[in-house]
């Protein structure tokens, strides 16, 4: 079983529409969590950011942490075709040397 | 912001070359990595380092070593290049401590023929 799992996709939306995005994961020790956005054929881009269970909430964006169900959201309101990438959900540890552990990504397209 | 670069983004070598995977990051950051993205394996981890001339095996170092000569720089060699190294290389780094997050480049696409 891997560590982070994460629902390939693809995922296609309507533009306008809410955006969900989800990843569980099997390990309690993880404290943070990430969103990254990758378009194609560029790297990453760190999205939102939160440490421990609760949301967070940037423009259209909203991260959701629930340690207890070991899940993590990510929501986007008013989707628009810019949207359209990778995403990647991606957590580690306490500690300096706890590895970034990442999931494998969703796809979504985000139609005109 | 934080910059990350990888001098080339496009490489075609050929079995058996050696291969020389650069990146610099202008951010003073403590910690660079490398990894490597195949489709439906998502990032693999390769091998990262903590400090000048210190490096860590990663999830996959087989086949790969690296350099870290110097803070800003982090090297990835492929000593003997393999058609199964055909991938997208992302180079990364991040600040030491518990919160840190880690910031890439814009990735290197090798293709080994």
């Known amino acids: 079983q891997k560590e982070v799992e994460q629902d390939p996709g693809p995922l296609s939306v309507p533009e306008g529409a809410i955006v969900s995005l989800n990843c569980t994961y099997s390990?309690?020790?993880?404290?943070?969590f990430m969103w990254y956005r990758q378009y194609s054929r560029k790297g990453p881009e760190l999205l939102m950011y939160?440490?421990?269970?609760g949301n967070k909430e940037d423009g259209r964006f909203t991260a959701q942490v629930d340690k207890s169900s070991k899940y993590i959201s990510l929501f986007i309101r008013d989707s628009q075709p810019s949207d359209s990438a990778t995403y990647l959900c991606?957590?580690?540890?306490?500690?300096?040397?706890?590895?970034?552990?990442f999931g494998t990504g969703t796809l979504l397209a985000v139609q005109p | 912001d934080v910059k990350v670069t990888q001098s080339s983004r496009y490489l075609v070598k050929r079995t058996g070359e050696k291969v020389f995977l650069e990146c610099v990051q202008d951010?003073?950051?403590?910690?660079m990595f490398w990894y490597r993205q195949d489709p439906g394996l998502g990032l693999r981890l390769i091998y990262f380092?903590?400090?000048?001339?210190?490096?860590e095996k990663g999830d996959i170092p087989e086949g790969y070593s690296v350099s870290r000569e110097k803070k800003e720089r982090f090297s990835l060699i492929l000593e003997s290049a393999s058609t199964n190294q055909t991938s997208m290389y992302l180079c990364?780094?991040?600040?030491?401590?518990?919160?840190?997050?880690?910031?890439f480049g814009e990735g290197s696409w090798l293709t080994v023929v």
């Open positions: 990364a780094s991040s600040t030491s401590g518990n919160g840190n997050t880690i910031y």
């Open positions: 390990n309690s020790a993880f404290q943070y």
């Open positions: 939160t440490y421990s269970s």
């Open positions: 991606a957590m580690r540890g306490s500690g300096a040397t706890n590895k970034l552990i």
């Open positions: 951010m003073d950051h403590e910690n």
């Open positions: 380092s903590y400090d000048v001339k210190m490096k």
